[in-house]
């Protein structure tokens, strides 16, 4: 074998192990995805590496990737957008331009990226907003938040908190005209983490005389206390979103101190005298049968007291959502829930789902049988655009 011979047959298999990721037959477009999966696992290696050689944190590498992907504030033939701060917070504002005669629905919506990636000026972001509020004439706003490592919960929280708040101000929504009466919170990921928590925390809060019509929550994360659900178990090596990246994700929420990371990772955090919280977070008795699909529910390891005294976020409503109480649950609003099959949330939204039906909240559930993380973001792909579609169908009915 030649020289070339053989530097081009290394060339074939490095090729091949980076981009061959076996799939389910149900999935499609394969080879899509695993181009895609490519690129994502190609930064995440060279962020792993930068971090080892102690250049750079993982997260800052992995932010900096992102962020060549963001796009400016462009105003196009239907949508004006512009950009502004709510309460100190940069948010992105989407109006469409037709006249309209009444007052506008909206929606106040939230990115995701494991609390440590992403803005609204993501390319992906963006055109989610921009069609949302042009298929729906309604008014889009895409808020910001500051991010981990830098900045750790409940800061995140807040910032989304009370960038919704200023939103939900009478002469805010009047600027925008918007009807107070038709407003939605919607997230994707950790910004249905955000959600979930910022719409519950609204019921509590004696300054909002305003009533959401809606939430949706897409994939949403939703509980840091139990990583051993069969979707954690089934779908652990899956493109997008693999177990040990939303482990890490989940623990820089809180902390930088890769102690909590490695307790989730053996599912050893739990501290026992926080061992009656698992009740809202057991998938035994909250995934529907045909998800268990055999497995066994084993009781957790309970952790290092320490840890939860360190960081008790990761014990605290406002980052858990599935921790409220059954009572907190019942003022909530009719619920849109997406979830993906090969995704290691799946679970986390089908347990909400549960609790939501047994406070009696009206929700409608849907299950991409086909999905994965991320799916209705990436619009080159068909799962991407049919399930933005059922997405956007559902708000309009319903907002």
């Not at 462009?74 to 709510?86: A, G, K, L, N, R």
């Amino acid at each position: 074998m030649g020289r070339k011979s053989f530097y081009l047959m290394i060339l074939v298999v490095l090729v091949a192990y980076y981009t061959y990721t076996p799939l389910p037959d149900n999935v499609e477009e394969p080879w899509k995805i695993m181009w895609l999966n490519t690129y994502l696992t190609i930064f995440s290696n060279v962020a792993t590496v930068v971090e080892l050689l102690g250049f750079n944190h993982f997260l800052d590498s992995l932010s900096f990737f992102m962020s060549l992907d963001e796009v400016p504030p462009t105003s196009d033939e239907t949508v004006t957008v512009t950009e502004t701060t709510f309460n100190n917070i940069p948010v992105r504002v989407y109006v469409p331009k037709r006249k309209s005669e009444a007052l506008r629905r909206a929606i106040f919506y939230i990115h995701g990226g494991g609390w440590c990636l992403g803005s609204a000026a993501l390319k992906s972001c963006d055109q989610l907003s921009r069609c949302t509020a042009d298929r729906l004439d309604a008014v889009v706003v895409s808020t910001n938040y500051r991010l981990a490592p830098k900045y750790h919960f409940p800061v995140q929280f807040e910032d989304v908190y009370n960038s919704l708040k200023w939103f939900l101000r009478k002469k805010v929504l009047a600027k925008y005209g918007v009807n107070p009466e038709r407003i939605g919170v919607s997230g994707d990921s950790a910004g249905g983490n955000l959600a979930a928590a910022v719409v519950q925390q609204l019921l509590n809060d004696p300054d909002i005389k305003i009533k959401l019509k809606i939430q949706s929550l897409l994939y949403p994360a939703l509980q840091p206390l139990d990583f051993a659900s069969p979707s954690y178990q089934e779908n652990s090596h899956f493109p997008i979103l693999p177990k040990s990246l939303m482990v890490r994700l989940w623990s820089e929420y809180f902390t930088t101190d890769r102690s909590l990371e490695k307790a989730m990772h053996s599912n050893q955090h739990v501290p026992v005298e926080s061992s009656h919280l698992l009740q809202f977070a057991n998938w035994s008795s909250l995934l529907p049968e045909r998800f268990k699909k055999g497995h066994v529910y084993k009781n957790p390891t309970y952790g290092s007291s320490e840890l939860a005294k360190k960081y008790p976020g990761f014990l605290d409503v406002r980052a858990v959502p599935l921790l409220a109480e059954d009572s907190k649950l019942r003022g909530l609003p009719p619920t849109y829930v997406m979830t993906c099959q090969y995704d290691v949330l799946r679970d986390d939204g089908l347990m909400y789902v549960t609790r939501l039906q047994n406070a009696g909240v009206q929700v409608t559930l849907n299950n991409v049988e086909d999905g994965f993380h991320g799916a209705p973001i990436f619009q080159t792909l068909k799962i991407g655009k049919r399930e933005l579609n059922h997405y956007i169908s559902w708000l309009n009915e319903n907002l």
